[in-house]
């Protein structure tokens, strides 16, 4: 079985600066995409940035960034030039692309960010 | 074009009653999935659809959660004699295909359970 764990309950960051969220996962296949997921209080979870397992080219999307070091199984966000509006609760999540697990997400507990003016 | 959508927004019922909560996917979406997310326990996958395959129910927590889709699209997520544990927010998603090499799932904005 998979996990993923996301070691910062919460995190908290000033307006235009720049955070990092942390996320390791657990598994022993070698076919997987990883994902960060954020939640707002609306409660609509918004899909951030995806990576798959087998590139090695860490994902970028404008102000949102991943390092991925796969051997590590460490999988962190970066969100530069933070805005208030990245003010929610942001999931680090797995999928297996086959296997047992096949089409589950497995999320980790999940991080609140706090973007102060 | 449409996200997926949820219904009802919220929902307060008693101890003991049943409930039915309703997804309708993106269009052209032949993936859905449940999951449900509590304090406690955080994201859990519940169950996972896929065209006209068997679903996935490994993640029902007991007889009592039951889902179907109907014709492929809309999905309803059954829960019979509520328990005071079930009171948490009933999350749905959908993706292009269960197999696709994306495997990205756009979520609903849920519905919030509350069990009195």
């Known amino acids: 079985a998979q996990t993923v764990t996301q070691s910062q309950p919460e995190m908290s960051v000033q307006e235009a600066e720049t955070v990092t969220l942390s996320c390791t996962y657990d598994?022993?296949?070698?076919?997987?995409?990883l994902f960060w997921y954020k939640q707002p209080p609306s409660r609509q979870m918004i899909l951030v940035i995806r990576q798959e397992a087998y590139k090695q080219q860490n994902a970028t999307e404008n102000r949102f960034s991943v390092n991925f070091q796969k051997a590590a199984k460490s999988f962190s966000l970066k969100i530069s030039d933070s805005q208030l509006g990245d003010t929610a609760m942001y999931f680090c999540?797995?999928?297996?692309?086959?296997?047992?697990?096949?089409?589950?997400?497995?999320f980790g507990q999940g991080t609140i960010l706090t973007v102060h003016p | 074009g449409a996200g997926v959508s949820q219904s009802p927004s919220n929902k307060v019922t008693e101890k003991g009653k049943d409930v039915e909560l309703r997804c309708d996917p993106i269009s052209g979406h032949t993936a859905l999935y449940w999951y449900r997310q509590s304090l406690g326990q955080g994201l859990e996958f519940l169950i996972y659809?896929?065209?006209?395959?068997?679903?996935?129910k490994s993640g029902l927590p007991s007889d009592r959660f039951s889902a179907e889709r109907t014709g492929g699209s809309v999905s309803t997520l059954t829960i019979q004699r509520t328990q005071q544990e079930d009171s948490a927010v009933y999350l749905c998603?959908?993706?292009?295909?269960?197999?696709?090499?994306?495997?990205?799932?756009?979520f609903g904005p849920g519905t919030r359970l509350t069990v009195t």
């Open positions: 999540a797995f999928i297996s692309a086959g296997g047992t697990s096949y089409g589950k997400l497995t």
């Open positions: 998603a959908s993706s292009l295909d269960g197999e696709s090499s994306s495997y990205e799932q756009y």
């Open positions: 598994t022993s296949e070698n076919n997987y995409y």
């Open positions: 659809f896929q065209g006209n395959s068997a679903p996935d």
